[in-house]
């Protein structure tokens, strides 16, 4: 059996998941059906450290005492104990590990292995007793040791790095509290652990183990090497070229410049009857129950992100050798599960994308994250774990409580994780009565309540996906129960409620305050009476043009007066506008061009750009009167598109609605009035410069134009603020 090291659940041992590994392994070539046994190290005295290892003693360096990578478990233990004999027992399980007598040590900048003796390491179970706590207390008490003890950090260089407690709750109930950090052992290892604890408190005698640990970490750093290193490294880079170097997910506060490991933690489950069906779906597939899950998370980190490239980390046991399932260690690794959700596909035909990513991610696991890494150098960022930012990792069915010697032995549930490795990290854990999700999160860039929503969510398509597999996964929805009852009636009347947009403002401070300044520049400004007078000028001549409800006009223009009064011009002929930032490259604004298909194009630069197919409408001239408004709320207000970082530059689509309902939130939040200045210095081609032109309008304060020779000299900027009056930048 092995051991859920994030719960203190049983699990069963996947030997079947292994013997699919080995066969696909096999058929890859990687590995021959009976290959020879890891020999002994040469050298006693050598204690190299695995790839897995060196990378956590140098992570250690960069974050000295990081509780990050303790493994807690916490065992429930019911009948007569003989706590001697248990100490007795676990001093065993250190003198045939040797890996658990190990301490780390620097050497030249290099980590150095050492081996404390079995005849000198020390064996402490201390023993506390909580039987004096009202019995209700006791296990209250348990579980807050527990967690403080999980918390506490471990040094690399001093050890041990092993450490045990015994609670005692009650005449004949205890509890069993381990610690072990990562460099030194996993999950499966804390299997071992405790079925190797259980024979030899029972007294039985155990076979010598055939290895150690550092034996293999030899003959992982000399198989890995020549051919056998360069086709590994080869598929994984084929396989990650042009990965995304970071998953774009919405965050509540911001991404702080270096990686913060404060964890939350969320959790819900999945019905029977719903796991069943996932089950079925995956049969049908030739898929797995994991491979349909991972398909789910990654299309709601999809369509979170914007992204359809969805790179997302999951661990595997590494160990494909018989000779090291019985071995505590660090035999864990990384593999990089990148999925493509481009052209809308239907469920199923995502899960088939997912499967074959899976099977051959399993066919090319033997080399290590660490050395991936090295091999294909990744761009770094310190604000996150390179090639993914989320963790999935799926747990095997419950095993039974075991009973030995009078004992029985069952987990004993842990508190939430304080510590988040991962931007999310999903644990799944396939019960008798469905699947346990438990995602850890970092608590420093999401609200608990965005976490119990995506977990929501991701119910949510999953239930879609079985009752629809067929289906597109554009047409799989996100509205949850919860977030529906947020959203306005879509038979209530909207337009009650319809203040009006920015050009009706405008024309009502034309109206009450002519003469107060709309735009200033160096050298200039336009009073209201005027700006509104330029802005219905631009609007007749579009109206003239047939340009009107519904149509897309491009706007190309530097940061001037006349950019400002061809936006609200455009706005109040009731179509929408598209800003070309003159600075883009030609080849990006024809790229923009070509997808907007916009009925007209006002030049403010004069060199005579045509959209394909449209038309050149001046921003002089034109008839006088028409409609101020430009339309209701859900007419469309603007086009803006992404920087295209992805690959082909996306569309966003604005409403009046939208635009006008900021406004107001904007003056409350930030306590802005009419006599505010706002600064026109955000890019010409993004939604911030709505708030630069469009807020101080509503509020009949003034737009400050800096000018664009000069917004890039050291020191004018600041001076330019102080001289204009500027109060909001």
Known sequence: MSVATKSGRFFKASRDRLELLRELRR??????????????????????????????????????????????????????????????????????????????????????????????AMVFLPVIDLRSLPPGRRDEEARRAAGGAASRPFRLDEGPLLRARLLRLGDEEHALGLEVHHIVADGWSLGVLVRELTALYAGETLPELPIQ?????????????GESLAELTAW????????????????????????????????????????????SLAGEAGASLFMVLLAAVQLLLARWSGQDDVPVGSPIAGRTRREVEGLIGLF????????????????????????????????????????????????????RTPLFQVFFNLLSFPAPDVRLSGLTIEGLEAPPEAQSKFDMTFYLVEQVGGVRIDLVYNADLFDAARMDEALAQYRLLLEQAVAAPDARIGSYSLVTTAARTLLPDPTEELDACWPGSVAEALA?????????????????ELS??????????????????????????????????????????????GAAFLILDPAYPEPRIGQMLELAKPAGLIDLEGDGASPPGGRVVGSGGGQEGGCLSGGGGDDLA?????????????????????????????????????????????????DPLHRDVFTPLWLGAAVVIPDPERMTEPGWLAGWMARTGVTVA
């Open 27 to 120: 058929e890859e070539g990687l590995e021959t059906a009976a290959a020879p046994m890891i020999p002994r190290r040469q050298d006693p005295s050598s204690h190299p450290l695995s790839f897995s290892q060196e990378r956590l003693w140098f992570l250690d360096r960069l974050d000295p005492e990081n509780p990050a990578y303790n493994i807690p478990v916490s065992l429930r233990l019911r009948g007569p104990l003989d706590a001697a004999a248990l100490a007795r027992a676990l001093g065993e399980v250190i003198r045939r590990h040797e890996v658990l007598r190990a301490t780390f040590h620097e050497a030249g900048g290099r980590p150095l292995q050492h081996l404390v003796p079995a005849t000198v």
């Open 213 to 225: 640990y550092a034996d293999y970490a030899a003959w992982q750093r000399e198989r890995l090497t």
């Open 236 to 279: 994984w880079r084929e396989r990650l070229a042009g990965s995304p170097p970071s998953l774009d997910l919405p965050t509540d506060r911001p991404r702080p410049a270096v990686q913060t490991f404060h964890g939350g933690h969320a959790a819900c489950s999945l019905p029977a009857a719903l796991t069943d069906r996932l089950r």
């Open 332 to 383: 864990l690794n990384h593999l990089v599960l990148r999925s493509d959700l481009s052209g809308d596909p239907a469920f199923r035909e995502l899960l088939d994308r997912v499967r074959e990513v899976a099977v051959g991610a399993y066919a090319h696991q033997d080399l290590p994250f660490e050395k991936l890494l090295a091999e294909i150098e990744p761009q770094r960022d310190l604000s």
């Open 508 to 524: 009502r401070h034309a109206r009450a305050t002519p003469d107060r300044p709309a735009v200033l520049w160096e050298g200039g």
């Open 528 to 573: 209201y009476s005027q700006l509104d007078a330029e802005v219905e000028r631009v609007a007749a001549e579009l109206r003239a043009a047939g340009i009107g409800r519904g149509e897309v006009v491009a706007i190309r223009g530097h940061r001037s007066a006349p950019l400002v009064a061809a936006v609200l011009g455009v706005m109040r002929a």
């Open 638 to 686: 603007y086009l803006a598109f992404t920087s295209g970082s992805t690959g082909t530059p996306k569309g966003v689509l604005g409403l009046h609605r939208s635009l006008t309902h900021f406004y107001p939130w904007m003056s409350q939040a930030f306590q802005l009035g009419p006599d505010d200045r706002f600064s026109l210095l955000s890019g010409l081609a993004h």
